[in-house]
């Protein structure tokens, strides 16, 4: 198992940028694929991007793709996600994910495994 903490997210107005940091800890965190996904009050949970082991290959959700920029630091066991040109609609608490089952395609396309690890959330609020 890994264990998944992020941080970064807040509040801010349609335009503006943010960088979501998510750490981890435990074993073989180096083995897995990460990724971050997203929920909306009364909406299902969206994919917004997957990264690879070395973070040299990555995937969007048509939704963000020119705005997100996923990004890995293998060293520090952290993964990133900079937003920029926020948009109201990107309101939701954001997700971090690992998983050692799937390819950074898969994430993107099915999802997660059952097995994954998933980090608490954290709030991004964007105002108009």
Known sequence: QVQL???GGGSVQAGGSLRLSCGASGRAFSQHIMGWFRQA????????????RLGSISYYGDSVKGRFTASR???KN??????TNL???????YYCVADD??????????GP???????????????S
């Open 5 to 7: 903490v992020e941080s």
């Open 41 to 52: 009050p009364g909406k299902e949970r969206e994919f917004v991007a997957s990264i690879n």
């Open 73 to 75: 630091d293998v060293a």
């Open 78 to 83: 952290t993964i990133y996600l900079q937003m």
């Open 87 to 93: 948009k109201p609609e990107d309101t939701a608490v």
């Open 101 to 110: 089952r799937v390819t950074v395609q898969g994430m993107a396309a099915t």
């Open 113 to 127: 495994s059952d097995s994954a690890s998933w980090g608490q959330g954290t709030q991004v609020t964007v105002s």
